[in-house]
Nanobody, 123 residues
Framework: QVQLVESGGGFVQAGGSLRLSCAAS????????MAWFRQGPGKEREFVAT????????RYADSVKGRFTISRDNNENTVDLQMNSLKPEDTAIYYC????????????????WGQGIQVTVSS
């Protein structure tokens, strides 16, 4: 059973940066497509970014394109999300997800989920 743990969240002012990391135990992440999702206050969970098993391909939500970068280190069994030029609307709980069949934005197609980590961006 794969377990995912997010770290690196916190509080930042608008325009600042944060780097989230997702570490896995109980399995090897290198087998899986991985993704980040988020859920803001009063909103449904939404797709942020996804990366292929090799790390060669990625896909982003339009709202974060050009500001966020997803990356992975299969030797370290981690997936990161570098978030730059943060905006108040990026405030959300961010979730790491694993094991979908492709670069997919649909949350229901991911098998494993982390507990989530809070990111708060002040204006």
């Amino acid at each position: 059973q794969v377990q995912l743990v997010e770290s690196g969240g916190g509080f930042v002012q608008a325009g600042g940066s944060l780097r989230l990391s997702c570490a896995a135990s109980g399995g090897t992440l290198s087998r899986y497509y991985m993704a980040w999702f988020r859920q803001g206050p009063g909103k449904e969970r939404e797709f942020v970014a996804t990366i292929s098993a090799s790390g060669e391909y990625s896909r982003y939500a339009d709202s974060v394109k050009g500001r966020f970068t997803i990356s992975r280190d299969n030797n370290e069994n981690t997936v990161d999300l570098q978030m730059n030029s943060l905006k108040p609307e990026d405030t959300a709980i961010y979730y790491c997800a694993a094991d979908s069949p492709a670069l997919i934005a649909a949350a229901r197609l991911y098998k494993y989920w982390g507990q989530g980590i809070q990111v708060t961006v002040s204006s």
